[in-house]
């Protein structure tokens, strides 16, 4: 069973992705989930943590408020694509439990510390200025984490909030290249995998049928992002970026990786948040692995009977 904390913002697809982690107990052991600033203001996405957690009947695992703007640049969220409130129009009501003290960055850097070499993973859905914050208050977690498996960046599909950023970079870029410059074994689904994975209706309507609280909720979200597609960008099918990570940790196999070197673009104003990666490398020195390739029906299968359980 791998030990997990979840650093997210949710967030449509982070609360899918959350969904899918909740309903894994037997493969993931989450000892915190922090939440940060991004697609929604700090005091939402904490709120719509612990919200997403009752609804899986998770109240088990503690949520932790960390970073309330990025490192450097203003704030910008993303709630044109993810409703006022961060879940669409999922009908909100107030958590019976809410957050424990702490600030997450604080509470990544003392779990890492407090666990043995490698023994945590983690999953990163959300601009990365928690796990920057993480680093620069214990600098030896980069040794002692498991691999970062984040949702970030851009490289052949280009961009999703400029020409050529991806929003999670995009937010806290001076927080991402910390993260990728520090030496921490990562694993890195960007745009070029996230948009392979898509929620058409066959894949909607297969959870939609799954009558679980977690499943009526996430075929909520997910038509809710599929309206905005269709709004918006034109397309039939919204892209499920962040149960990407948790799939990846629950069936690697699913996925294609390929080593790279990753930097991220943080001095450009018409730039600002590009991932440049490089496979021209000496794969055996690698730190950092780029999704390439995804298998969608096999992630949406595991997703459909996750939910049902």
Same mark, same amino acid.
């Not at 669409?88 to 510390?113: N, R, S, T, Y």
């Not at 050529?164 to 070029?192: K, Q, R, T």
């Given at each position: 069973?791998?030990?997990?904390?979840?650093?997210?913002?949710? *967030?449509?697809?982070? =609360?899918? !992705?959350?969904?899918?982690?909740? @309903?894994? #107990?037997?493969?993931? $052991? +989450?000892?915190?989930?922090?939440?940060?600033?991004?697609?929604?203001?700090?005091?939402?996405?904490?709120?719509?943590?612990?919200?997403?957690?009752?609804?899986?009947?998770?109240?088990?695992?503690?949520?932790?408020?960390?970073?309330?703007?990025?490192?450097?640049?203003?704030?910008?969220?993303?709630?044109?694509?993810?409703?006022?409130?961060?879940?669409?129009?999922?009908?909100?009501?107030?958590?019976?439990?809410?957050?424990?003290?702490?600030?997450?960055?604080?509470?990544?850097?003392?779990?890492?510390?407090?666990?043995?070499?490698?023994?945590?993973?983690?999953?990163?859905?959300?601009?990365?200025?928690?796990?920057?914050?993480?680093?620069?208050?214990?600098?030896?977690?980069?040794?002692?984490?498991?691999?970062?498996?984040?949702?970030?960046?851009?490289?052949?599909?280009? *961009?999703?909030?400029? =020409?050529? !950023?991806?929003?999670?970079?995009? @937010?806290? #870029?001076?927080?991402? $290249? +910390?993260?990728?410059?520090?030496?921490?074994?990562?694993?890195?689904?960007?745009?070029?995998?996230?948009?392979?994975?898509?929620?058409?209706?066959?894949?909607?309507?297969?959870?939609?049928?799954?009558?679980?609280?977690?499943?009526?909720?996430?075929?909520?979200?997910?038509?809710?992002?599929?309206?905005?597609?269709?709004?918006?960008?034109?397309?039939?099918?919204?892209?499920?970026?962040?149960?990407?990570?948790?799939?990846?940790?629950?069936?690697?196999?699913?996925?294609?990786?390929?080593?790279?070197?990753?930097?991220?673009?943080?001095?450009?104003?018409?730039?600002?948040?590009?991932?440049?990666?490089?496979?021209?490398?000496?794969?055996?020195?690698?730190?950092?692995?780029?999704?390439?390739?995804?298998?969608?029906?096999?992630?949406?299968?595991?997703?459909?009977?996750?939910?049902?359980?």
């Amino acid at each position: 069973m791998k030990k997990i904390i979840f650093d997210c913002d949710p *967030g449509v697809d982070d =609360a899918v !992705a959350l969904f899918l982690a909740f @309903a894994s #107990p037997q493969d993931l $052991d +989450i000892l915190a989930i922090t939440t940060v600033a991004g697609n929604v203001a700090a005091d939402l996405t904490a709120r719509n943590a612990a919200v997403i957690r009752q609804i899986a009947g998770r109240e088990d695992v503690p949520i932790h408020a960390g970073a309330r703007a990025p490192l450097i640049r203003p704030p910008f969220d993303a709630g044109a694509f993810h409703g006022e409130s961060g879940l669409g129009d999922l009908p909100l009501f107030e958590p019976a439990k809410g957050v424990e003290p702490g600030h997450a960055a604080q509470v990544i850097a003392d779990l890492v510390m407090n666990h043995a070499p490698g023994e945590i993973t983690l999953a990163v859905t959300g601009p990365f200025t928690n796990l920057a914050l993480a680093i620069r208050l214990e600098p030896d977690i980069v040794e002692r984490l498991g691999p970062v498996v984040v949702m970030g960046g851009a490289r052949r599909e280009g *961009g999703n909030i400029t =020409a050529s !950023a991806e929003y999670n970079i995009w @937010a806290d #870029p001076h927080a991402a $290249d +910390i993260v990728f410059s520090s030496g921490a074994a990562c694993v890195v689904m960007g745009l070029d995998v996230t948009h392979q994975v898509r929620s058409d209706p066959a894949r909607t309507a297969a959870i939609a049928a799954v009558d679980t609280p977690a499943a009526r909720a996430s075929a909520a979200l997910l038509e809710f992002s599929n309206a905005i597609e269709r709004d918006i960008v034109g397309g039939s099918g919204a892209p499920i970026h962040d149960p990407c990570v948790v799939a990846y940790l629950l069936a690697p196999q699913l996925f294609t990786l390929r080593p790279c070197e990753l930097r991220v673009e943080t001095a450009s104003p018409l730039t600002l948040g590009h991932t440049a990666v490089e496979f021209r490398i000496d794969p055996t020195a690698a730190r950092i692995q780029w999704a390439t390739g995804a298998d969608a029906d096999g992630v949406f299968a595991l997703l459909t009977e996750r939910l049902a359980r």
